[in-house]
């Protein structure tokens, strides 16, 4: 595929004679059929979406140095036995969210984005209802389950979490007009909400001398307090209350089966190590790498901010100019390739540090599983763009084969891995099963499509960039923090130098993108 050069931001409008390819589900209606003025039409949407990732993102970073701060001072509190509980127990209700989830929101954010206005909220109120509904559902069966499999005091707080949960998929619901609407700065402001207050809760109970089940119930009233600011931005644009209507709920459920298939593998897929380890290992190799995952955890965040901002313009693209879709394709996908590529990097650099900061000397034999695990981190921010292209074009069978692959790969390998090796044996395995996915995703989308194919043009760059900042690993005498500064600074110093970074990044600097783009279009 030949990028183009023009003066187009990441998903700018589409260009003169681009191909439009119009489906018999996508005909628009005399609605839509105008010509588009709202935020995804705009030629500025890319780099709104962008600054809007940004802001995600930085908030979003704030709000995880509270957290680690909560984290180390609350895995001190309970040990690494009860560590190994309360992620077991987090593991259960995350798996609730995303089984009642289903693809729900992501189905969400793409009809809104494609709809005309009139259809929009009334299909958001009855995704609410359904997601109310499942979500009631799934935490009364999962605490039957933790009751029946582990101990009533985890059932306990699974049924904890799970109340806070509900107002969790709550406050999401409400805040779909702040996403399609690019008014992503009122998202990251609810992002950061969330995470100050479940870190100062946990901090406030820790002093108290709290046991397990209050820390499960910290997101009953931080969920109140953020739903609350939720229904204040967005009461003028939609109704806030849900709709039941089983005939509803059956129509877009039928269309969206097999994506809703594929979400329950993959909630399954990325969880399923952690009851893996639990059931096959010991409660010490349970609470390395629960202390492990939970940092890889909060990072999972981060990809899907990033492109997650993007997808309503996947999804408009997808649905009217495959041209603009191709461009917008490739531009994510090398800007989530060169933050995948770091990330990576930094994990297995700072592992030992992020492990003491977190857990203390007692968790130290966790740093080498945090380290493979970042290599399945690096990994999931190409992967979250290959996943949101799937989803642009409606590829459900293929998104639902791909997760239930991933999900039996996962077990297959990470089960005798755990006996053989432990926490370490698990950590190997779901980093290698994510690099897998990451590139079976990827063939997916570009495969019959080839104006879907990005540049692989910085790739040999990225793995330089990557080489240059592995180097540090080498200064065993050299704090690790210094380590990880140089890592920092030697993989930028290649990225720069190369120029292997998308033009339009520097759009988020609004004199630098004016720059960059003068010099793009050959304007002195």
Partial sequence: ????????????????????????????????AEKPTDALSSSAAGVTAMR?????????????????GSAALLFRHLGVVDTGRYVTALSLVAIVGGLSDLGITAFGVREISTRPPHERWPLARDLLGLRITLTILGGIVVTAIAWAAYS??????VALASVGLLFQVTQDNFALPLLVELRLGWVAVLDLTRQLLTALLIVVLVFLGSQLLPFLGVSIPVGLVVVAIAALLVRRTRTLTPTFSWRRWRTFMSAILPYSAASAAAVLYFRISVLLVSALSNSVQLGYFSASFRIIEAGTVVPGLLVGSAFPIFARAAHQDHDRLAYAISRVFHSALIAGAWVATSIAVGAPLAIAIIGGARFA?????????????GAMFV?????????????????????????VLNVA????????????????????????LTVVEAVAVVRGRPYLRPSLRILPFVVLATAAGLAPLAMSNVAV????????????????FTRSFPPELLDLVPRLGSRSRRSRDGQP
Wanted: overall charge neutral; proline content about 5%.
């Fill in 413 to 436: 390998l990470v089960a005798p891995l755990v006996i053989v090796d432990g926490a370490r044996g698990a950590a190997i395995g779901t980093a290698v099963v994510e690099v897998i």
């Fill in 52 to 68: 809007g990732g940004a802001l995600r993102v930085g908030g979003y970073a704030i709000g995880l140095l509270a957290s680690m």
């Fill in 481 to 496: 923090i210094l380590r990880l500064l140089t890592s920092t600074a030697l993989f930028g110093a290649v990225v720069l």
């Fill in 152 to 157: 009533h005091v985890i059932a306990v707080g």
């Fill in 365 to 377: 034999a966790a740093a080498p599983v945090l380290a493979i695990q970042g290599i399945g981190l």
């Fill in 383 to 407: 992967n979250v763009v290959w996943g949101y292209a799937l989803l642009s074009l409606r590829l459900y069978r293929s998104i639902l084969l791909i997760n239930l692959g991933a999900l």
């Fill in 1 to 32: 595929m030949a990028e183009s050069e023009g003066d187009q931001s990441l998903c700018g409008p589409p260009r003169p004679g681009a191909t439009v390819v119009p489906r018999a589900q996508d005909a628009p209606s005399s609605a839509s």
